[in-house]
């Protein structure tokens, strides 16, 4: 089938099909004479396997080794439940980072007029931070001290 057939029996875009196999996440597809991808049933399934990866938010190297894990039917279902519960728990770190942000913002929106006016706490925090880190920057700065040495020894 062709790469357009492919990308509709799979779900996954034309554009990305030719991303996956540019890093070797699919192998290359054969060409006919004219230069055109084709692809076998096979390769759709991988497609998929891969899109619901993606569903799921693994990175590329995790679907590739659950790609290679999905391959081995010798594989040990231990290893392809440490790199779930390895996804598991980044997720749960990013949900947690994710959380902290939401409180600040929806109490700032919540003290937000939101009206004509000008004066919007949300804009004066992020002034703020813009100016705390201004100051942090200056205070960090390593002063520059006039010291002259002789023979290794500061004076």
Not at 26 to 51: E, M
Not at 82 to 90: C, F, G, S, T, Y
Request: aromatic share 6%; glycine share 6%; with cysteine.
């Amino acid at each position: 089938m062709t790469i357009g057939d492919a990308a509709k029996a799979s779900g996954v875009p034309a554009k990305m099909i030719r991303y996956y196999e540019s890093i070797g996440l699919i192998p290359k597809a054969v060409r006919n004479d004219s230069g055109y991808r084709y692809y076998a049933i096979t390769d759709v399934h991988t497609l998929r396997f891969i899109r619901r990866g993606r569903d799921l938010g693994f990175s590329i190297d995790a679907i590739m080794r659950l790609l290679a894990l999905w391959r081995d039917h010798h594989r040990a279902s231990a290893d392809v439940k440490r790199i779930a519960l390895d996804h598991a728990a980044a997720l749960r770190s990013k949900i947690a980072d994710l959380e902290a942000m939401l409180g600040p913002i929806e109490y700032l929106a919540d003290h937000c007029q939101g009206d004509h006016r000008p004066d919007c706490p949300i804009m004066d925090d992020l002034a703020d931070h813009v100016a705390r880190s201004e100051h942090e920057a200056r205070e960090t700065r390593p002063r520059h001290t006039k010291t002259t040495q002789r023979r290794g020894v500061s004076t």
